[in-house]
């Protein structure tokens, strides 16, 4: 079965920086996949090229094709995006807060989703099945007469997912769904979201830079530094056999299991965006960086099973296969 | 150094013009603004006369210099009177309580419902109409968007932890608000002032339109687009030399305002 | 929402009175005498002192002040002490005059400023966006006399199209009506809604960074669309406080046009009181106005609360 999203060579630019660089990612049918990173890596500005909704100045370019869309997502008009957005392909961002029209009713914009793409016969065909997605995301029926103001964050945030899952999209996209919201309800969100793709079989594409959420959520991993990706794989394997030196300590300085330590730092700050070096973008604050580090570092393996680093951490068990191997 | 704003720049070049052609009609106009020759009545543009004569014989472009003494001496009036009022008001009123806030606020609203021209008009009925009783009309009426502006302004600089720190070392409000709420609503002052200066040009020039701004003889340039007004049809450019420079004025003053609020809050650049 | 009628209703009418008192001892106490000033310095002790009597101008001034009032709330605004005719009669006729104008002004204010200010906001970064920004620059700078000036030497001087100046009651005569209106009410309305544009472009530019638009784009709606169905009642709370000031500013404004083409509504009255130093008169047609201005601002506040839910439940 094809993939569902396929994203070749997306560069990012501004005016003359670049923000992102030759991103190459895919996600599978059904297959939930997470891309992680510090603020500034361009991961939300990866999802906002898929969407087409970047801000102005900012330009794409690369490939982006979406399984059921009969053109590349780059480059195409208004008038086709906007029928791909909300239908194919939806969007969870991260602050709800704002993210809703304070002067229309919750069950109007859940509403709005369907009878934009046609997906109902008609207004009442909407509010009923927008009831209906109201319930999903367990909330009360009287919430369809509220209005933004009257909700909490969380609710707030369940709303957004309503409506970006009116649709059954083939991919999902969440943006940092649960960093805004209270620690007591990012673990029902979450749960939520995994649950709505998964009635759905839609594909989800989630990003975070929070790596314990993405060991919950997801199957597969991308990790971005500097607008490009350095290693991708299966959770469990990124996660206990990291090759990249930034993936390293990235988990180091995240350390998931033990918490008495007191967690070693990856040395020195994020560039401002479009400052990272040439060559490989992480080498002004790795430990390992040698001259040859001035050169980009070749992608190792599979795109969807692969780093890129000149001097990979050693494989700890079951080692990685060979590039062109036999990858299932 | 700051890119220098485009509407600072114009802003800044029209209100220079303005003041320097004030000033040189100090010492030198073409020809006496008040005089009259009956002879050369409504003479079209020549090198004589370059915006020709009105309907005495007078020289339209020493009465538009002049005339602009006039436009700049009752807007520093207004806007000193609105300023001098408004700003105390403004930090007052961010300072007291909630309830004496509220009065000094609902007083600035209910001062709204009497605007410039209204009041104009109503001091011109009670004690005759004046250069004076138009500046301090206009200077009255603009003083709610003076203290409603500084009032805002105070109240962020109240929240400010360098206040707030003064405030629990036991200063007293009146040391407070001289020596750290005043000086940090200078910029809004400023600004304020620019568009305030705006309005009242304009109100000057309904005024004496009206015939409720300064009296003649002393040229103004409202009351020579309400001479000019029966030669529409033979001589339009009576109207249309006062008209611009009242125009170009107030666009003066705008841009200005504009300008300053752009340099002094860059964030807001692309807001107005 | 009740809670904040009730307010709201209570600010009115403390503003009305408040600012009734301030009209009368404006107009009625500062003077001193407005028999004297009827009459002019010249007149007798005795005329003046019998036109005194007359209206009752020797009473105490509270019962001066109350009689004032309790006519007004009957729509009896008294007699002309200059002309000794009813002033309340004159009053409402030349209102429904100066209504009309400041209404049509408006109108036309509002249908340039908002796909003015709307293009202005979207495209304000390309030169079109700039190039319609220095024209209401422009607009904002030239008086709504002036502009009367201008359109009369174009339209009626220049091209004859219309009328100069006059005025017809639209029963009389709705085509010389409407004729006669459009260029008073297109001097007014140019110069608003130039003023107007201003705000409709930054209250629309705020709103196009709001988060709530992306999620509308995001639901697959095309920029525009996204800003007419979510943008545009968002950004209308904001402009419809200035609507509301500006209602003032054009009902006052409306005296001077009014001046420019010779039209017989309020404020060619309040003139002509002025300068045949009819007081009452001139007290009666101020009090009429700031009620308006007054109303304006009460049915704006109602107005906002209908816009904004958020306004709706508890305090603020």
Not at chain 3, 223 to 239: D, I, K, S
Request: net charge neutral.
């Amino acid at each position: 079965m094809s993939d569902v999203l396929t994203v070749q060579g997306l560069t990012v630019t501004v005016r003359d920086k670049t923000l992102v660089s030759e991103v190459d990612l895919t996600v599978g049918p059904g297959e939930r996949v997470g891309l992680i990173g510090e603020s500034g890596s361009g991961k939300s500005l990866t999802a906002l090229s898929v969407l087409g909704l970047l801000p102005e100045d900012v330009v794409a370019s690369g490939s982006v094709r979406l399984t059921g869309v009969d053109h590349d997502l780059i480059g195409a008009d208004e008038r086709r995006m906007s029928r791909v957005r909300g239908r194919e392909l939806a969007m969870v961002f991260q602050e709800p807060m704002t993210a809703l029209n304070p002067t229309m009713r919750i069950g109007d914009q859940i509403a709005e989703a369907m009878l934009i793409h046609r997906t109902r016969p008609g207004r009442g065909a909407a509010r009923s099945a927008a009831l209906e997605l109201l319930e999903r995301v367990q909330l009360p029926s009287d919430l369809m007469r509220a209005y933004p103001h009257q909700l909490s964050g969380g609710q707030r945030q369940r709303i957004v997912l309503a409506l970006a899952l009116a649709n059954d999209p083939a991919l999902l996209i969440c943006d940092e769904p649960s960093t805004a919201l209270d620690v007591t309800v990012q673990a029902l969100v979450l749960d939520l979201i995994v649950k709505g793709v998964v009635a759905r079989s839609s594909a989800l594409l989630f990003i975070t830079h929070d790596l314990a959420v993405v060991a919950t959520v997801c199957e597969r991993v991308l990790v971005m530094y500097g607008g490009r990706v350095v290693e991708s794989g299966p959770v469990g394997e990124v996660f206990t056999n990291p090759r990249h030196r930034y993936t390293q300590g990235l988990l180091a300085a995240s350390d998931l299991d033990t918490a008495d330590r007191r967690l070693p730092t990856i040395r020195g700050n994020v560039p401002a965006a479009g400052q990272f070096p040439s060559g490989c973008v992480f080498r002004t604050r790795c430990p390992h960086a040698t001259d040859i580090c001035a050169g980009t570092p070749e992608w190792t393996g599979p795109v969807a099973d692969g780093f890129a680093c000149h001097h990979p951490a050693e494989p700890v068990s079951s080692p990685r296969l060979p590039a062109g191997g036999a990858h299932a | 150094m700051r890119r220098l704003n485009p509407s600072l720049v114009a802003g800044g070049v029209i209100v220079g013009i303005i003041v320097l052609m004030a000033l040189v009609s100090f010492i030198w106009t073409p020809y006496d603004a008040t005089f009259v020759d009956p002879s050369i009545r409504l003479a079209k543009p020549s090198w004589e006369h370059w915006f020709g004569t009105d309907k005495f014989g007078r020289d339209v472009l020493s009465q538009i210099m002049v005339g602009s003494r006039t436009t700049l001496f009752v807007g520093v009036v207004a806007v000193g009177v609105a300023a001098v009022i408004g700003v105390p008001l403004g930090i007052l009123a961010a300072m007291v309580r909630r309830w004496p806030s509220e009065f000094i606020m609902r007083a600035n609203d209910l001062v709204l419902a009497f605007p410039a021209l209204l009041l104009a008009i109503m001091f011109g009925a009670v004690f005759g109409a004046s250069t004076l009783t138009a500046m301090i009309a206009i200077g009255i009426a603009s003083v709610p968007s003076f203290a409603r502006v500084i009032r805002s302004g105070a109240l962020q600089v109240m929240r400010t932890e360098y206040v707030l720190a003064a405030r629990a070392a036991g200063r007293q409000p009146w040391p407070i608000a001289v020596r750290h709420v005043l000086p940090n609503v200078t910029s809004l002052i400023t600004v304020q002032a620019s568009v305030s200066f705006a309005i009242a040009v304009l109100a000057e020039a309904a005024l004496s339109f009206l015939g409720f701004g300064t009296p003649p003889p002393t040229p103004s340039w409202g009351r020579m687009l309400q001479e000019s007004q029966e030669f529409l049809f033979s001589a339009p450019r009576l109207a249309i030399f006062p008209g611009v420079a009242i125009a170009i004025a107030v666009l003066g003053f705008n841009l200005l305002g504009d300008g300053l609020r752009d340099r002094f809050d860059p964030k807001l650049e692309d807001r107005r | 929402m009740i809670l904040r009628l009730i307010e709201r209703t209570g600010v009115l009418l403390v503003s009305l009175a408040v600012s009734s008192v301030l009209v009368f001892a404006f107009m009625a106490v500062l003077p001193g005498d407005p028999a004297r000033v009827a009459l002019g310095v010249n007149a007798s002790e005795q005329a003046v002192a019998e036109l005194r009597q007359q209206f009752g101008l020797d009473r105490p001034l509270t019962t001066q002040y109350v009689d004032w009032l309790g006519g007004l709330l009957h729509g009896d605004l008294g007699t002309s002490y200059v002309s000794k005719a009813e002033i309340g009669p004159q009053v409402f006729d030349r209102l429904q005059v100066t209504l009309l104008l400041v209404l049509a002004g408006m109108v036309i204010a509002l249908l340039i400023a908002v796909p003015a200010g709307t293009l202005m906001a979207a495209r304000h970064r390309k030169v079109s966006g700039l190039a319609l920004s220095a024209v209401s620059q422009i607009g904002v700078a030239v008086p709504a006399f002036l502009a009367g000036i201008l359109l009369i030497m174009l339209f009626a001087v220049k091209l004859g199209w219309l009328p100069a100046n006059g005025w017809t009651p639209p029963a009389q005569d709705p085509a010389m009506f409407l004729q006669q209106l459009i260029l008073p009410a297109l001097a007014l309305g140019l110069v608003q809604g130039a003023v107007l544009t201003r705000y409709v472009r930054s209250a629309v530019l705020d709103v196009l960074r709001e988060d709530y638009l992306r999620t509308a784009r995001a639901k697959g709606l095309r920029p525009f669309q996204a800003l007419w169905r979510h943008g545009l009642r968002n950004a209308a709370v904001p402009v419809v406080t200035v609507l509301g000031l500006q209602l003032a500013t054009l009902l006052i404004g409306a005296v001077v046009v009014e001046r420019v083409f010779v039209i017989p509504g309020l404020g060619s009255l309040l003139l002509d009181g002025v300068s045949n130093r009819d007081l009452l008169l001139v007290q009666d047609v101020v009090m009429v106005l700031v009620i308006a201005v007054l109303l304006v601002n009460f049915l704006v506040d109602l107005l906002y609360v209908a816009l904004d839910p958020r306004l709706r439940v508890g305090s603020r």
